[in-house]
């Protein structure tokens, strides 16, 4: 890195939220994406200070994947780096980790409810037990409510993958995807059918 830079980038860690906890000298690859995205044409910067601002690699350099919640521009967005970072970035903020997996156990998981982004993202960290963690909240809410309204089920994924073969394995993953609510709202969905049915 340009040590020109240095001071560049102290000042922008000063003054801004997102950046507060790191130090010039020790930026992960996400951080300096963050930085070059934002402030490669910002009018306070002087245009030697924006031409040192764009020697940073581009975005495209050092990204490891993307997760987004839809097809939108606006969408939120995950960028996974190389080298392990993350940059989370929504219509209405961003957040910088130096570590992706401190963002899923700080972040995600005490939740215990993801989005398919956020499933995408642990997956790609190889934190899938994680994953698996959150399904298996939904499936034992699932048949907990079963289990309270007298029906039978020996096995609540087979119930549950038997009454959503319709739906397609996308859906149904979503609703897994949302733990221990989305269980006992699809368990008291079911219970009701069942009883209509039976």
Same mark, same amino acid.
């Given at each position: ?15 801004? #939220? ?15 994406? $963050?930085?070059?995205?934002? $402030? /490669? ?5 002087? !245009? ?5 601002? =764009? ?10 994947? %993307? ?10 967005? $995950?960028? +996974?780096?190389?080298?392990? %970072?993350? !940059?989370?970035? &929504?219509? /209405? $903020? %961003? %957040? ?8 899923? #156990? =700080?972040? +995600?998981?005490?939740? *215990? ?10 997956? /790609?960290?190889? *934190? ?20 309270? @309204?007298?029906?039978?089920?020996? @096995? ?7 009454? &959503? ?5 996308? +859906?149904?993953?979503? +609703? ?14 079911? /219970? ?7």
């Amino acid at each position: 890195m340009n040590p020109k830079l240095l001071p560049i980038l102290e000042k922008l860690i000063s003054r801004d #939220v997102i950046l507060q906890f790191f130090k010039p000298d020790n930026l992960p690859q996400s951080a300096l994406a $963050y930085i070059r995205h934002t $402030y /490669a044409m910002c009018r306070s910067l002087s !245009w030697e200070e924006h031409d040192l601002i =764009e020697t940073l690699a581009p975005f495209a350099d050092n990204i490891e994947d %993307s997760f987004r919640e839809g097809n939108a521009p606006d969408d939120s967005v $995950y960028h +996974l780096f190389e080298d392990g %970072s993350l !940059w989370l970035k &929504t219509n /209405a $903020y %961003s %957040s910088v980790w130096t570590d992706a997996r401190d963002f899923a #156990v =700080e972040i +995600l998981l005490p939740r *215990m409810e993801l989005s398919r982004m956020d499933a995408d993202l642990l997956r /790609a960290i190889d *934190m899938d037990d994680a994953v698996e963690a959150v399904k298996q909240e939904f499936f034992h809410a699932f048949a907990t409510v079963l289990r309270e @309204d007298g029906i039978f089920c020996a @096995d609540a994924r087979e119930c549950w993958h038997a009454w &959503t073969r319709q739906l397609g394995d996308s +859906l149904a993953e979503e +609703l897994e995807l949302g733990g221990s609510e989305s269980g006992r709202k699809e368990g008291e969905r079911f /219970a009701s059918e069942y009883t209509i049915t039976a």
